[in-house]
């Protein structure tokens, strides 16, 4: 539950991470897409070709109009490869006057418009007419009246006098808007979608690290606990023995004596075990780097270890290379050679075989340990080289040792920048193999 409260922790802080920063990048595009639209739709509106309308007499404004005299105004037409519009002419008592347009409407549709815009009471807009999308801006223009007297022309400008509306179809442009928000919420969606099974996947692998580690530390604890248990009971209950018989002499006692002591030496090699582990895996190990023969220490620790092999009733089969050489710590090289057939000897039954060789192949030196026997399960030997691993399911303690030995060569190995691996099948065999993946100076 810790582990999946830590899970969820990362992957709700990324989701929000990630949302942010997509909603405000798509949240930008669609702001600026939207108002370059709004822009390049009113320069339409406010740029194109001036036009001037021919006014009757008839029409109403502030002047008195007088028998001599022609009304006109003068306008900016919108261009015509801008889309689809129109222009309205009206009064100051918004009384529609005159109708340029490139659209072929109805005219009651040119005084829906005109209604429309009185009613909006705005310069610039967008309405719906016609089942289109129409952005409009007004005008004030001045009527230019022109006074012809016998042979003289006057001209005579009345401002504000009427009001010029253009009209663009904009429904193309509000469309490709409407699209524009409907595709970047999908492609939001998809990606926080996306984002989410992705960043559930790594935070699942950021947190499995600890959740093994957690793991490990629980199991260490129980096996230390258990491997503790057995000698601390030997010890409490040898001292009951002596304390019920303390008449009797020292002598007579020297059983339950020996058992405590046994007890107690089996206690301080699990600690001692423990402090080295513990020792090499906070810090990193003062190494010497010197040449190794690699071919005269496996030699030499295999003959130490025959001795014991030979009283078990096993058989070392060796096949090692000559003048095979490396730079490395001699001291650590060892102790793991010597961890590596100790266990091959404790753990093969009586009879059965240890094959032990070197070799080096092109840039690479391998050493391998293999012992006859039962072999080990498949789903135990990822915990090979975890602390307290024995091979028997009741790990029992008859064969000696506290199941710390693997677990020092691999960190010794890793250290020496050596690769330990482990590989076993029932009831035929255990191999290890420590692989060089270089080749280092000779001679």
């Not at 790594?202 to 491997?227: I, T």
């Not at 020792?279 to 001795?307: H, K």
């Not at 506290?402 to 009831?427: C, N, P, R």
């Amino acid at each position: 539950m810790m582990f999946k409260k830590t899970r969820n922790r990362i992957l709700l802080l990324n989701m929000l991470m990630v949302s942010a920063v997509v909603i405000i990048a798509f949240v930008a595009i669609f702001t600026i897409t939207y108002t370059q639209t709004k822009n390049e739709n009113h320069e339409k509106l406010i740029n194109g070709n001036i036009t001037q309308f021919k006014l009757s007499g008839s029409v109403r404004h502030a002047e008195p109009i007088q028998d001599n005299m022609e009304i006109s105004t003068i306008a900016t037409r919108i261009a015509p490869d801008a889309g689809l519009s129109f222009s309205l002419l009206m009064d100051a008592r918004s009384n529609l006057i005159d109708i340029d347009s490139m659209v072929d409407l109805q005219t009651e549709t040119y005084e829906q418009a005109a209604v429309l815009v009185v009613a909006a009471a705005d310069d610039t807009g967008v309405l719906s007419f016609e089942g289109r999308q129409w952005q409009y801006i007004i005008s004030p223009i001045s009527v230019l009246l022109e006074e012809t007297n016998s042979s003289n022309v006057s001209f005579h400008a009345v401002p504000n006098e009427f009001k010029h509306i253009r009209f663009l179809d904009v429904t193309d442009s509000q469309k490709m808007i409407r699209s524009l928000a409907l595709m970047l919420s999908g492609i939001t969606l998809l990606l926080l979608t996306v984002f989410f099974f992705i960043s559930r996947f790594f935070a699942n692998r950021a947190v499995r690290p600890m959740k093994e580690a957690w793991e490990k530390q629980s199991r260490f604890v129980a096996d230390a606990s258990h491997e503790l248990k057995t000698p601390l009971s030997v010890i409490n209950a040898n001292c009951g023995v002596l304390y019920g018989s303390k008449n009797e002499t020292v002598e007579s006692q020297l059983k339950w004596i020996d058992s405590i002591m046994r007890s107690t030496d089996r206690i301080t090699g699990l600690t001692d075990g423990l402090l080295s582990l513990a020792g090499m895996e906070d810090i990193q190990l003062t190494l010497q780097s010197i040449p190794v023969s690699l071919s005269i220490e496996l030699t030499d620790t295999v003959a130490e270890i025959e001795a014991v092999a030979l009283e078990k009733g096993l058989i070392i089969r060796r096949e090692i290379e000559s003048d095979i050489e490396i730079e490395s710590d001699r001291e650590h090289v060892r102790k793991i050679l010597c961890i590596l057939l100790d266990n091959a000897v404790k753990y093969t039954e009586c009879g059965e075989s240890i094959a032990v060789s070197l070799v080096q192949e092109k840039r690479r030196i391998i050493c391998t340990v293999r012992n006859s026997g039962e072999g080990i399960p498949p789903e135990d030997l990822p915990h090979l080289f975890d602390r307290f691993y024995r091979r028997d399911p009741a790990r029992s303690s008859e064969n000696g040792g506290y199941g710390l030995g693997l677990a020092i060569a691999q960190v010794i190995a890793k250290q020496l920048d050596i690769t330990l691996t482990a590989d076993s099948v029932q009831g035929e065999y255990t191999e290890f193999k420590l692989i060089l993946e270089r080749k280092l100076p000779q001679g």
